[in-house]
């Protein structure tokens, strides 16, 4: 079955390629890549020295970790989607002695792949090159272990996290990979989990959703309590057609899953070499569902709305007997197809400025609209996350890149009014909010956010004040980092 790729994605998709990822000879430049805020300037640089300006608050004690693709070609491997670099772990630590930093390429088999100049492991935008015999002899590839989406917190390590089963345990003192993370349940080996697992504060476990792929697709949510390897299902729900699922809500009694257009079949997988995204089809007819899951009952209750796609979920909680959620939508999905790495490379910025919407969804089913939030689009939402989480919240942050180029601003959203930062120059990416200690409000305390500057070999991690978004100090760095997806930051 040919899957219709996703608007935007065949222009930048590799369907041309005679044999996968790599085209010797043929490929247009990534050059355009080795510029900020895709360049990685540190390679062979463990660690490098903080210049601070400013003040860092004296409470402020922990790591900030975070994960970026950050190469993109080597030995004539090259990744054809931004979501495919190779992954970089880098971090921020605050202690007695000041502020350090370090960082580390991360050690998995697709980078060891592409050292050897090959593409074996299913990926999300870039095409494996397996011979016929080999996709005979198994037909769906091993799925890629390039964990380079997010990274967070869990059982005393860290986690890096992508889109499939693999997720590699990270020390938190060097950022070395300690091995895939092994599950100890009869869960389906094959699992794609998403990056954005949640936390369930009320039980302390992490809620996650994955996909299982087949005749028809398998989608489980399921939770997994501190101290162990066994994840418990929650609810599971069999589609022929399973949408790409990102990222989802989850809130005292309920998980809300985005059903957007954006499809999968898994048969379409069978023997071939076209990555995970090319077999998804988008299907704008079909609208968009909300799929919510009573957490207790395990029953599933559908809300239809107008076709969007999603990347991101804002916050999601229980509201007497209504749920509401809150997410990032874009009108179609072409922004997927825009993150390629060939039209990156060429300088197109894709718009990366969904709207900030609200379902309330009451209780039966039915149609339900989409309500704004907020009058401008952003990315890379953050919440008060310990405190709001699965609770009623009113203020939002995020990144937007509101102009010609790559340089952003950090919003606070609430109530439909903005405040912004924005630095010449400065390619800030997804802020993360630290609660101050003895915290008057929900809000009070500090947001993290890295950035590099787009003209020079430099970056920075700023601390903003989360309410007035002043800078309270920067932590200078003399290298380009890459622009990345997410991190967490741990008090120690
Ligand atoms: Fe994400």
């Known amino acids: 079955m040919a899957a219709t790729p996703a608007p935007g994605l065949a222009s930048s998709a590799p369907s041309a390629a005679p044999s996968g990822g790599v085209r010797p000879g043929q490929a247009p430049s990534l050059a355009g890549l080795d510029r900020a805020p895709f360049r990685w300037s540190g390679p062979g640089q ?38 495919d670099g190779l992954g970089l772990l880098y971090g921020f630590r605050f202690d007695a002695a000041g502020v350090s930093f370090r960082q580390r390429l991360l050690a998995s088999q697709v980078a060891a792949d592409a050292a ?7 990926s999300f935008g870039t095409r494996t090159r397996r011979s016929r015999l080999q996709r005979l002899l198994q037909p769906v590839p091993q799925a890629t272990d390039n964990t380079n989406v997010n990274v967070i917190p869990w059982q005393g390590a860290w986690l890096a996290l992508t889109e499939s089963q693999h997720q590699h345990v990270i020390d938190p003192d060097d950022l070395a990979s300690r091995g895939l993370y092994r599950y100890e349940d009869g869960l389906p080996a094959g699992l794609m989990m998403t990056a954005h697992p949640h936390f369930d504060h ?24 501190p101290g162990e390897s066994k994840r418990q299902i929650e609810g599971s729900l069999s589609l022929e057609r399973s ?13 809300v899953l985005i059903d957007h257009p954006l499809r999968l079949s898994g048969l379409s997988m069978l023997f071939s070499n076209r990555p995970l995204i090319e077999h998804h089809r988008w299907e ?21 709305t107008d076709t969007c796609f999603c990347f991101h979920t804002v916050n999601c909680f229980d509201d007497g007997e209504d749920v509401v959620f809150d997410v990032l939508a874009y009108g179609d999905a072409s922004v997927v197809g825009a993150l390629g790495t060939e039209a990156l490379a060429c300088g197109r910025r894709p718009a990366l400025t969904p709207r900030y919407l609200r379902a309330r ?3 039966g089913g039915g149609r339900v609209e989409l309500e704004p939030l907020s009058p401008q689009g952003f990315e890379f939402p953050a919440i008060a996350y310990r405190q709001q989480h699965g609770q009623p919240y009113s203020v939002a942050w995020g990144a937007s890149f509101p102009g010609s180029s790559w340089q952003s601003q950090l919003l606070r959203v609430e109530a439909g009014q903005v405040r912004r930062f924005e630095e010449e120059g400065m390619v800030y990416g997804e802020p993360i909010f630290v609660p101050r200690p003895q915290a008057e409000g929900p809000t009070d305390g500090v947001l993290l956010s890295v950035g590099c500057h787009l003209g020079e070999p430099r970056s920075s991690l700023v601390i903003l004040d989360a309410e007035q978004m002043r800078p309270i100090a920067h932590c200078d760095l003399e290298l380009s980092l890459p622009l990345g997806f997410h991190g967490n930051f741990q008090a120690r």
């Open 284 to 304: 704008p007819e079909q609208g968009t569902c909300l799929r919510v899951l009573d957490r207790q009952s395990g029953r599933w209750t559908t809300y239809e």
């Open 46 to 83: 463990d660690q490098l020295p903080v210049r601070l300006r400013g003040v860092v608050p004296s409470w402020l004690r922990g790591d900030l970790v975070r994960t970026a693709p950050a190469l993109f070609e080597q030995n004539g491997w090259r990744a054809d989607h931004w979501f």
């Open 361 to 363: 969804l009451r209780p």
């Open 116 to 122: 050897q100049g090959q593409s074996r492991l299913a």
């Open 243 to 255: 949408p790409y699922l990102h990222d989802f809500g989850v809130s005292e009694r309920h998980v």
């Open 202 to 225: 009320a039980s302390k476990a992490l809620v996650n959703v994955g996909t299982s792929l087949g005749r028809r697709n398998q989608i489980l949510v399921f939770r997994q309590k």
